[in-house]
């Protein structure tokens, strides 16, 4: 089982940034951020396949985050620019040892393995 560890979270102001870190403890294929507010679903922010050549985002934060990898040391990244309240959550990093249709790349239940959560707060 592959274990997942983010960080980089914390409390900012809007329009700051925040980068979040996920590190993975084996080789992982796909790698994806979801996020949660208390009382609703986890929702899928951002996706990046292994060579980072497909890359997908949630129309509420395309433009402003981005998702990298580095794959040597299995890592994977979330650059969060000009960030909002509506954006404050617990995010989550999610992957899987192999690849994922695109059809499912938004769904939570198709990643194996997840992280434990960071919670980064957007407030004034």
């Known amino acids: 089982q592959v274990q997942l560890e983010e960080s980089g979270g914390g409390l900012v102001q809007p329009g700051d940034s925040l980068r979040l870190s996920c590190r993975a403890s084996?080789?992982?294929?796909?790698l994806a951020w979801f996020r949660q507010v208390p009382g609703k679903e986890r929702e899928f922010v951002a996706y990046?396949?292994?060579?980072?050549?497909?890359?997908y985002y949630a129309d509420s934060v395309k433009g402003r985050f981005t998702i990298s990898r580095e794959n040597a040391e299995n890592s994977g990244y979330l650059e969060m620019n000009n960030l909002k309240p509506e954006d404050t959550a617990v995010y989550y990093c999610?992957?899987?040892?192999?690849?994922?249709?695109?059809?499912?790349?938004?769904?939570?239940?198709?990643?194996?393995?997840w992280g434990q959560g960071t919670q980064v707060t957007v407030s004034a």
């Open positions: 999610a992957a899987r040892i192999n690849r994922l249709v695109l059809s499912a790349i938004r769904q939570p239940d198709h990643y194996y393995n």
């Open positions: 084996a080789r992982i294929d796909v």
């Open positions: 990046s396949s292994r060579s980072g050549r497909e890359k």
